[in-house]
């Protein structure tokens, strides 16, 4: 495209064709947002290309021979957990066996609400969770399965034994803000964190957390929210 007139058409061909790539690496359909915009607005017209527009476009071209995922590799073991409130966030770590932690981040949360009694998390998740099925029951990833899944697997409540885990970070917010701002600003630290430690290049990490919006978020790649937007994009 150049400084012309664009269509709806071929903006979702190009859109399309570029979605299909980012699945390798869904953080980068966070991306798109102006151009979405642009195919909502003018569907039967061809109008010139905003400079957002053309931004995006940019952006997402040049993010793609970086898009690298490798289905192979192994879980770190370190398991890290943020959370915040209205006045400051903190960052805690624990070990976990192996197997344990790919059996957790193998199980998408969206996964859920394939589940009636799974839907409302909290109370699924918090003891008496009745008809819960511990994850360690689970004989292997392959059967967790979204569509063929009969229950949601929470995680055990021995893994949230408070003496296991060590507080990393904890920091006083500047200002009061939206408390999922304030959740991804832990999400934030604990990734950065993680990986400054070389031995977690190459390797898969689990990070947990309990906002529901952000998780679901940060898992989809995406948000039409736009206050969500920014914080999934960086």
């Not at 190009?14 to 947002?33: E, K, N, P, T």
């Not at 940019?58 to 490798?70: G, W």
């Not at 939206?178 to 604990?190: D, P, V």
């Amino acid at each position: 495209f150049g400084k012309g007139l664009v269509g709806r058409c071929a903006l979702e061909s190009l859109v399309g064709d570029f979605c299909l790539h980012f699945m390798v690496s869904r953080c980068a359909l966070s991306i798109y947002c102006e151009v979405y915009r642009h195919i909502r607005e003018h569907p039967l017209i061809q109008v010139p290309m905003s400079s957002a527009v053309g931004r995006e476009r940019r952006q997402a071209a040049s993010m793609l021979p970086l898009l690298r995922t490798d289905w192979r590799s192994d879980w770190d073991t370190t398991v890290m957990a943020y959370d915040a409130s209205s006045f400051g966030l903190g960052v805690c770590q624990t070990k976990c066996d192996p197997k344990l932690v790919e059996r957790i981040g193998s199980q998408h949360e969206s996964w859920r609400y394939h589940v009636a009694d799974a839907i409302t998390a909290r109370a699924h998740a918090l003891p008496p969770a009745a008809g819960a099925v511990p994850l360690d029951e689970c004989e292997s990833v392959e059967s967790i399965a979204p569509l063929s899944a009969r229950t949601f697997r929470e995680i055990p409540a021995d893994l949230m034994c408070p003496d296991d885990w060590l507080t990393v970070h904890m920091s006083r917010l500047r200002r009061p803000e939206f408390i999922t701002r304030s959740e991804a600003r832990g999400l934030s630290w604990s990734v950065r964190h993680q990986l400054r430690r070389a031995e977690t290049h190459g390797k898969r990490l689990l990070f947990l957390g309990d906002n529901m919006c952000l998780v679901l978020a940060i898992g989809k790649g995406r948000s039409s929210s736009p206050a969500l937007l920014p914080i999934v994009r960086e």
